[in-house]
């Protein structure tokens, strides 16, 4: 059973900075494409940033130039640092990657629990 597995979220002052990170547990055979959405309270999931394998990354405009993703292949970890934070980017934040749990089986999407970051004004 693959999970996804997020940390770091938390409370902030406007202008601070946060870092989560996601991993996969459980039986991982590949990880391609991974992810950060948020979502805020009566609003729909929304793509925060991606990140392939091979690197390449892509951004919400609204976070562009102050948010950073990244991942480690060798352990199948990604982050996102996020700076100069400000109340609107306040949401829970959800970790999504597509991952093989095996040799013989399809690339499948996987998404964490979440975890709240609440930045105050």
């Known amino acids: 059973q693959v999970q996804l597995v997020e940390s770091g979220g938390g409370l902030v002052q406007a202008g601070g900075s946060l870092r989560l990170s996601c991993a996969p547990s459980?039986?991982?055979?590949?990880?391609?494409?991974m992810a950060w959405y948020r979502q805020a309270p009566g609003k729909q999931r929304d793509l925060v940033a991606g990140i392939t394998r091979g690197g390449s990354t892509k951004y919400a405009d609204s976070v562009k130039d102050r948010f950073t993703i990244s991942r480690d292949n060798a352990r199948n970890k990604v982050y996102l640092q996020m700076n100069s934070l400000k109340p609107e980017d306040t949401a829970v934040y959800y970790c999504n990657a597509n991952i093989k749990d095996s040799y013989y089986s399809d690339y499948r999407g996987y998404w964490g629990q979440g975890t709240q970051v609440t930045v105050s004004s």
């Open positions: 459980g039986s991982i055979f590949s990880v391609n494409a």
